[in-house]
């Protein structure tokens, strides 16, 4: 038989108040247990969140730290587009001075070569010398030839003359015409003259065209050339000039009486 004490615990245990008393400490220490299981994870995202804030805080830090840089970089960036944009400025005014000192070159050198054309083309003209007149009267059906001054007997004037040596004249066959002036300053003509074209654009007729075949820096001796007409020759001076290129190359002269 339970004795008086152990009676009263069990009987109290199954008092309605102890009851819930001990329901209620359960409780509390249920709460407890979960109140420091909080308390722990409390502790575990506190720290957790002390290190992302101590990361956010490194990052915050690197990226003032990389946009500092990056506004560096930029005001660099900025300073190297001035200066490009102004050597680029520099090199534009620049390349145009040179495109007007090339234009003006061209320009030049394209003058130097006309007047080296037109020197050339005054240099390559050639020059007579020793031009030798003689009136001649022809005897025996014209096999022998006699010099005369009287114009009723001339049969024909013969002119003979040398081109001097040039030294700027290609080598070929080169061009002169002579022109054969009577008395009263008409040009003699025939069948075979034409007119020729002066270096100041202006047509002369001439009376004679004949060539010579010519070697650079060599002289060419005795071009001889005869003017025959059917008709009496006039009284007085005879004026013969000789042209190449347009130029009067050499001239002479022969009287009549």
Not at 1 to 10: H, I, R
Not at 93 to 112: I, P, T, Y
Not at 132 to 149: D, N, P, S, V, W
Request: positive net charge; hydrophobic residues 35%; aromatic residues 6%.
């Amino acid at each position: 038989m339970p004795s008086a004490k152990s009676s009263d615990l069990f009987l109290g245990s199954l008092n309605p108040t102890v009851i819930k008393y001990n329901a209620a400490h359960n409780q509390i220490d249920q709460m407890s247990s979960q109140t420091t299981l909080l308390d722990s994870q409390l502790r575990q995202k506190d720290a957790e969140i002390a290190k992302l804030k101590t990361q956010v805080a490194h990052i915050s830090k690197k990226n003032r730290s990389l946009l500092a840089e990056v506004n560096k970089d930029k005001k660099f960036i900025n300073s190297l587009k001035d200066e490009l944009s102004d050597k680029a400025k520099a090199f534009a005014e620049k390349l145009g001075l040179l495109q007007n000192e090339r234009d003006a070159l061209a320009s030049a050198k394209d003058d130097l070569l006309v007047k080296y054309n037109h020197l050339k083309e005054l240099g390559s003209v050639l020059h007579a010398s020793n031009i030798r007149l003689t009136a001649i009267h022809l005897k025996h059906h014209g096999t022998k030839e006699k010099r005369t001054a009287c114009a009723r007997r001339v049969n024909e004037l013969k002119l003979d003359f040398d081109i001097d040596e040039n030294r700027i004249a290609d080598d070929g066959t080169k061009n002169l015409y002579i022109v054969i002036k009577d008395p009263a300053g008409t040009v003699l003509t025939d069948v075979a003259s034409g007119t020729l074209t002066q270096s100041n654009g202006s047509g002369l007729g001439y009376s004679i065209e004949t060539q010579v075949a010519l070697k650079q820096n060599e002289r060419v001796k005795d071009v001889i050339e005869d003017w025959k007409k059917d008709t009496d020759y006039k009284r007085g001076l005879y004026d013969i000039a000789i042209y190449n290129g347009g130029y009067k190359i050499g001239e002479g002269e022969v009287a009549l009486k």
